[in-house]
């Protein structure tokens, strides 16, 4: 039996929630749990950007103040560096904030480093496979406490000499048993990272002038861009994706006092089957695209060992990227092979991987974006118990930008949802949502979208996107209870 500490008491000590109630039905007992707990602390708005100002030619990147982290995630006790760069050098603050609910503010302050001195550092020069990797020098640290639980950190960097801000983020995990395991894309958020100008993965100089090649590299090693494509949202300077396509998920499981912990891919990678096994349920949310073959390896014997799986993400375990040099990344590979129909966007991959649909229970089909209606196809399935849904009864806008359809062979695979997308060519495509069982009386659902999240809350700073001519309405009562039905069962409570 371990030795009782002050963090084995966090979670063990009973409290009172009230707070947390307006996302928990009125029948339902509040949660106790850690997380319900730390959830009932007050919380802020503050965590928001206020004042950011945005390069000229360089439109992507803050000279003003930006930075990156020395690691993606962290374990409490582990010590993270932060390198700063600001234009002029000035004093600087970092506000540190964790990403939950909080009584619908949507994070909590936990501490403030600085004021400390931060210069100008060089942005560096392309190098070889037009690899940008920052060699800043540390501004300032932290020793993660002990107390601090699992979840997405955001740093807000502020500078005294002028009022612009940016963000630098980091995961906290923990090693400890939980209901369910949310892993960060962070894989796709570096894959799409412009930082400083053109500067990502589907920014090339290959002859064919095709998006998806190999040959290019991408280093954590540097600022997150402002992201590109879908929203224009001034709150990703310096957070990835994270508050574009997982926050709103994050927020409601929160809200709702599940017990959830969090990783990035690259902890999946070196974990194995093991760390994911720890969970009874593991969650790939928003725009997962780019995996390791070891990433796949573990969620594979990890379905094989009973824990349930859910796919509320598009366009998920797409490409296979090299784990050969720590924080950089390659595309290699496209799991399961080039398909007809990709040709014309893809070229030299010669990495082999299975195909994404063995674990998905679909697949990345062509053409690979458009929006459309999640419509229901299958409403005698116990997941549409309690939304009234009928046959053809459809979500508006729900099914986007990426999606997931021509379900695999695999045995007592169910086809849940259903319908057609239309990108901003014209060009119509297909997706079906899917659920199968494991060997273990487990399950494996696939929303089949990247926009599932966004019908389960609207936190403070979000944006809904607008893409291929169409877009998602919002939080909706039908995508909510399906999520709870699914959880349920997961959880032995349904």
């Not at 540390?138 to 960097?157: C, F, N, R």
Request: hydrophobic share 35%; net charge neutral; aromatic share 12%.
């Amino acid at each position: 039996m371990a030795k009782p500490n002050r963090r084995n008491a966090l979670w063990s000590a009973p409290v009172a929630l009230a707070s947390v109630g307006t996302l928990v039905r009125g029948d339902a007992p509040a949660p106790d749990n850690g997380l319900a707990r730390e959830n009932a602390k007050p919380g802020t708005t503050d965590w928001q950007l206020t004042y950011v100002k945005f390069d000229g030619k360089e439109r992507y990147r803050t000279r003003l103040i930006e930075g990156y982290c020395s690691r993606t995630s962290v374990r409490p006790g582990q010590k993270i560096t932060f390198h700063i760069s600001t234009e002029p050098a000035a004093e600087t603050r970092v506000e540190i904030f964790r990403m939950g609910y909080y009584q619908a503010k949507g994070a909590r302050h936990m501490a403030t480093l600085g004021p400390f001195p931060t210069a100008t550092q060089a942005t560096p020069d392309r190098g070889v496979k037009r690899l940008r990797e920052c060699g800043w020098k540390p501004s300032t640290e932290l020793e993660i406490p002990a107390d601090w639980p699992s979840g997405v950190y955001l740093g807000k960097l502020t500078c005294d000499r002028h009022r612009f801000q940016s963000y630098v983020m980091f995961i906290v995990v923990e090693e400890r048993k939980s209901d369910l395991l949310f892993q960060c894309s962070t894989n796709t958020w570096q894959a799409y990272n412009k930082w400083p100008l053109a500067d990502s993965l589907y920014d090339n100089d290959h002859p064919s002038k095709k998006p998806l090649v190999s040959g290019v590299r991408v280093s954590f090693n540097r600022p997150y861009a402002k992201y590109h494509q879908v929203v224009d949202h001034p709150l990703s300077i310096g957070s990835g994706e994270f508050l574009l396509w997982e926050y709103p998920f994050a927020y409601w499981l929160e809200g709702k006092g599940y017990d959830v912990t969090y990783c990035a891919n690259e902890d999946v990678h070196t974990g194995g089957a093991d760390f994911i096994a720890r969970a009874k349920g593991f969650l790939s949310v928003g725009h997962d695209e780019y995996w390791t073959r070891g990433q796949y390896q573990a969620c594979m014997e990890a379905v094989r060992r009973g824990v349930h799986f859910g796919f509320f993400s598009g366009n998920s375990v797409c490409f296979v990227v090299d784990d050969a040099v720590p924080r950089q990344l390659e595309r290699l590979g496209r799991f399961g092979g080039i398909r007809p129909g990709e040709e014309k966007y893809m070229e030299d991959l010669p990495v082999q991987a299975p195909n994404e649909s063995t674990l998905i229970g679909a697949q990345t089909v062509s053409p690979f974006n458009g929006s459309g209606d999640w419509t229901c196809s299958n409403p005698g399935h116990w997941l549409f118990e309690g939304t009234g849904m009928k046959k053809g009864d459809a979500i508006p806008g729900l099914v986007g930008w990426e999606f997931h359809g021509d379900p695999a062979p695999i045995p007592g695979l169910e086809v849940v949802a259903k319908g057609a997308t239309i990108n901003s060519g014209n060009q119509p495509s297909h997706y079906e949502a899917t659920i199968y069982p494991g060997p273990k009386g487990n399950t494996v659902f696939n929303a089949s979208t990247i926009f599932w999240a966004m019908g389960l809350s609207n936190p403070p700073g979000h944006i809904l996107p607008f893409v291929h001519d169409g877009r998602p309405h919002g939080p909706d009562p039908r995508v909510q209870r399906i999520t709870e039905n699914l959880l349920k069962r997961w959880l032995g409570n349904g």
